[in-house]
């Protein structure tokens, strides 16, 4: 991300050589430093910058630097840029956070900004960071103003959240020329804000004597000095140029002298009046009017710039001494300030900046007008463009773009948008790409097909699924009938169908993910990679949802291996997400467990939006495993991401899942009230296939409530067959539950459904129980525990055991004969205690049946021998990094778990791979669940 930024921007200007000392106000700033804020606010040309440069240059502290502009407006880019201006002290600041920046769709200051204070925080020693002309930074969003008229603007929405939580290790700076929309009231009253203002920075009499007569060597009298002080009120940079224009014998000709007489130094003093922009307009013109006429060019030409470099200027001169003038420039103090100790990059004074462009576009008016043309800037956009092909020709793609935007070049800005191989917004910069598509009238896009497309592309990797993004494919569509069918044109056609795809899987639409997905990758050409990246995730996607796991996983594994290659991230994030979901759904929960963990790895902590589904992957395995606590968390956690996101269902599978936890805490109406909120989101973003989902758990929480008639009703109305099948066993009719249970049982082998067939078994088990059938029974629940037993799946039997009844089903006699009585007569939950209880007895994967007996809160159970069955038993530290290896720890988590040394617990996982025959950690799991040494 570095190499996108423009690294002369953090570069801290050097001390001029001759300074006006002023000690009291390096003091002020000192003493500031105790303090969350220092504000220096004053008009243009009061010596902000310069005052800031010396104070840094004099003290011994680590400071960074951001020099900003109106560019910088877009609240990920100057995140970027603050982020990129810390780690010029430390790189051990932001790198978290610059890895939630590349995320195409807009953050929230928390999200990108809490990892960054995290590791401010830890700093070693106090930085001073300088925001330098804060205000350039504009609303890009023209969002209007806050109640006391100030623009509202959404880096000031992020920088108020760094504020307020500021760690004293950091001390901000700001430099402006009218007070940002922070919280400054707040911050003075508590005394955490130091402000210099323009009545502090104006020159006394003493320092306009000591810069006129010594910086400058002008030799004026106390009388001259004084009344050159009152006339520009301590302004430096009115005294500045008024001191160059004495310098000029030309500029100190009185209009009103003979020829050949000059005016006296009292009569030019006097003639110093006016407004500032009044007196600025005259001695610049007076100034430039003495630079030689090349010199006169090369300003003018190179107006248009930022930042400015000897190669950079000549490709806008078509000269060869860019480099030389603006060397002799800087000499004659005119308002040029280096940006790094080379220097090799510099930038004109922001005043001089807008001047000279104000005199270039009044320059390109009269010449079109002496043309008889309307007045443009032709000259001005043909500026632009050089800057434009120099920046693209030096690999800085993004002020390529934006010289080609001003120059109002269509053609180029899309060209650059597309980029070579990886397009812009792919690139995070999707956001400023989408706000100059949003600019141009519908005639451009009529003309140029292929931006409808890339503006539907824009909108919905920015979550922008709101926006009319079908209306606008099918502009592209009605654009391109017209078109000669060659490849450019079929790769538009595909990257519409690839869209359509993305937009399908929102609503999981299966059949119009696969139509749409396929005929992209029809279309698409073969060198565009980042299209057919994501059109094969959608396309796997839809596989997944169909249960074509098989296929699902092929496909993500080739999206996984593209998105590498492509340093496209996001779709890296996706593709790894699903795989996670399939190997959760394969019974393989420690392995899932792991493949979501290292999600939250890539995006660090806190983890930004696009881990949402990680998060309640990790909530469900939790679940499972029936940790609750965790299982809330993460649940929680990928709620709250999954909110800062558009159009996404992942808030329907955080609210069943905590639907889930309630029940199973025992709070069914806090359950009931959860679904309603799930049910309401999913009506309101039409989200329909989740109705079955929700149906399902209202049907669980009726059966806890034994409210058979609801659950009857509800199964009734909705393709539930597990559901359907838990109602009839709790209305006493097993043989209907069993009739029902073999079909599904049989369609999940068919179809490879691990964990359909897992939850068929675990319910035929109950089935045959209450119809008298025990040895059947045990034969179901022995495969149903010997399956879920590696991947840790309590809840899957705990859950048909719903806690009102275990106390009934504990206080029974515990024979068989009983519990096939209380099962004919509607006490599944009986009849599923009974059935794990006699699995220990049995040596039925006892270690396992134990353990979710546990769950049920059951402790009188027979204890069976759980002698390991090794010829070289494991040690106890062995059996102890053993149950931790059945977690989602990490390696160095469960080392600082043991309090060991990872090469200490890499010894102990040989011992135990060694010991038990395997080569991998889920191995090691599964064997020892068989051989009960869990």
């Known amino acids: 991300m570095s190499s996108d930024l423009l690294q002369t921007k953090l570069y801290m200007p050097r001390p001029r050589p001759s300074l006006v000392p002023r000690p009291h106000l390096i003091a002020r700033l000192n003493q500031g430093l105790h303090r969350k804020l220092t504000l220096i606010s004053a008009p243009a040309g009061f010596g902000k910058t310069t005052l800031v440069t010396e104070w840094i240059a004099a003290g011994e502290r680590p400071s960074a630097w951001l020099s900003l502009d109106e560019e910088d407006s877009d609240p990920a880019r100057f995140l970027q840029y603050l982020v990129a201006a810390l780690r010029t002290v430390s790189l051990k600041l932001g790198q978290t956070t610059l890895a939630a920046l590349q995320s195409p769709q807009p953050l929230p200051p928390q999200a990108i900004l809490t990892p960054l204070l995290n590791d401010i925080a830890a700093a070693p020693e106090p930085i001073t960071l300088v925001l330098d002309d804060y205000h350039e930074v504009a609303d890009p969003a023209g969002r209007g103003a806050d109640p006391v008229g100030r623009a509202v603007r959404p880096v000031d929405e992020a920088l108020t959240f760094l504020l307020e939580r500021l760690p004293p290790q950091l001390h901000l700076v700001i430099t402006t020329r009218e007070d940002p929309n922070l919280p400054l009231a707040r911050l003075r009253v508590r005394g955490q804000l130091t402000e210099l203002r323009a009545a502090d920075l104006r020159f006394t009499v003493e320092e306009t004597a000591v810069f006129l007569n010594q910086v400058m060597g002008l030799n004026l009298s106390a009388a001259d000095i004084a009344a050159l002080e009152a006339r520009t009120e301590g302004w430096i940079a009115g005294l500045q140029l008024a001191a160059i224009a004495m310098q000029s014998p030309i500029a100190m000709q009185s209009p009103l002298s003979l020829p050949g007489r000059h005016a006296g130094t009292a009569d030019f003093i006097r003639s110093f009046t006016g407004s500032h922009r009044f007196v600025l307009d005259y001695l610049v013109e007076e100034v430039l009017q003495q630079q030689p006429d090349n010199v006169q060019d090369f300003l003018l030409k190179t107006a248009v710039l930022n930042q400015l470099t000897g190669p950079l200027c000549d490709a806008l001169t078509g000269d060869a001494n860019g480099q030389e003038i603006l060397e002799s420039l800087e000499r004659a103090n005119l308002f040029l300030i280096p940006l790094d100790n080379e220097r090799r990059w510099y930038r004109y004074h922001h005043l001089f900046a807008d001047l000279l462009r104000q005199r270039l576009r009044a320059k390109n008016a009269r010449r079109a007008n002496a043309r008889s043309q309307s007045a443009g800037e032709c000259d001005i956009a043909a500026l632009h463009i050089r800057a434009s092909e120099w920046f693209e020709a030096n690999g800085w793609e993004l002020e390529a773009f934006q010289h080609a935007v001003a120059a109002h070049d269509v053609e180029r800005a899309a060209h650059l948008i597309a980029g070579e191989g990886l397009p812009l917004y792919f690139r995070g910069e999707a956001i400023p790409v989408r706000h100059w598509l949003e600019s141009l009238p519908e005639t451009e896009f009529k003309a140029r097909p292929a931006l409808w497309v890339t503006y539907a592309s824009v909108l919905t990797l920015t979550g922008r699924l709101h926006d009319n993004i079908e209306e606008i494919l099918q502009a592209a569509e009605t654009a391109l009938q017209d078109a000669a069918p060659d490849d450019k044109t079929d790769d538009l056609l595909g990257q519409i169908a690839a869209i359509r795809a993305m937009l399908a899987v929102t609503k999981s639409q299966v059949e119009t993910i696969i139509t749409q997905s396929q005929r992209?990758?029809?279309?698409?050409?073969?060198?565009?990679?980042?299209?057919?990246?994501?059109?094969?995730?959608?396309?796997?996607?839809?596989?997944?949802?169909?249960?074509?796991?098989?296929?699902?996983?092929?496909?993500?594994?080739?999206?996984?291996?593209?998105?590498?290659?492509?340093?496209?991230?996001?779709?890296?994030?996706?593709?790894?997400?699903?795989?996670?979901?399939?190997?959760?759904?394969?019974?393989?929960?420690?392995?899932?467990?792991?493949?979501?963990?290292?999600?939250l790895q890539i995006v660090g902590d806190p983890p930004w939006p696009a881990a949402c589904e990680a998060c309640v992957g990790l909530a469900r395995i939790h679940y499972q495993w029936n940790d609750l606590e965790a299982a809330e968390r993460y649940g929680q956690q990928g709620l709250e991401l999954a909110r800062q996101l558009e159009n996404v269902d992942t808030p329907a599978a955080c609210g069943v899942l905590l639907a889930r936890v309630k029940l199973a805490q025992g709070d069914a109406a806090g359950a009931l009230a959860t679904l309603a909120e799930v049910d309401q989101f999913v009506q309101e973003h039409d989200f329909g296939h989740w109705h079955g989902e929700i149906a399902a758990v209202r049907i669980q929480i009726h059966l806890h409530q034994g409210n058979l008639t609801a659950a009857a009703q509800l199964a009734d109305s909705h393709d539930l067959p597990l559901s359907r099948a838990r109602v009839q066993l709790a209305q006493g009719e097993p043989s209907a539950a069993l009739e029902l249970l073999e079909t599904v049982r049989q369609q999940a082998e068919a179809n490879d459904l691990a964990d359909k067939r897992l939850q068929a078994l675990a319910l035929q088990a109950l089935a045959h129980q209450a119809a008298g059938e025990s040895e059947r029974a045990m034969q179901a629940l022995g495969e149903a525990l010997a399956q879920a037993a590696p991947g840790g799946l309590l809840r899957l039997f705990v859950d048909e055991c719903p806690p009102m009844t275990r106390h009934h089903s504990m206080t029974r006699h515990h024979s068989m004969t009983r519990h096939h009585s209380m099962a004919r007569t509607g006490a599944p939950a009986a009849a599923a205690s009974a059935l794990l209880r006699e699995a220990v007895k049995q040596g039925i994967s006892p270690v396992f049946a134990q353990q979710a007996l546990a769950a049920l809160e059951e402790t009188d159970v027979f204890q069976p021998q759980t002698a390991q069955p090794l010829p070289d038993p494991l040690s106890d530290r062995e059996l102890e990094v053993l149950k931790l290896l059945t977690t989602a720890l990490t390696g160095p988590e469960i080392a600082r778990e043991l309090m060991v040394s990872l090469n200490t617990m890499r010894t102990h996982t040989k011992n135990i791979y060694s010991k038990l025959g395997v080569n991998s950690r889920r191995k090691a799991v599964r064997r020892a669940a068989e051989l009960h040494l869990l």
């Open 520 to 599: 992209a990758l029809e279309l698409l050409h073969p060198d565009n990679a980042p299209m057919r990246t994501t059109t094969t995730w959608t396309l796997g996607y839809a596989y997944q949802v169909q249960g074509n796991r098989a296929a699902a996983s092929r496909a993500y594994a080739e999206t996984i291996a593209q998105s590498q290659k492509s340093g496209n991230i996001m779709t890296e994030i996706a593709a790894t997400t699903c795989l996670g979901q399939i190997q959760e759904a394969e019974n393989q929960l420690h392995r899932a467990a792991e493949t979501f963990q290292h999600i």
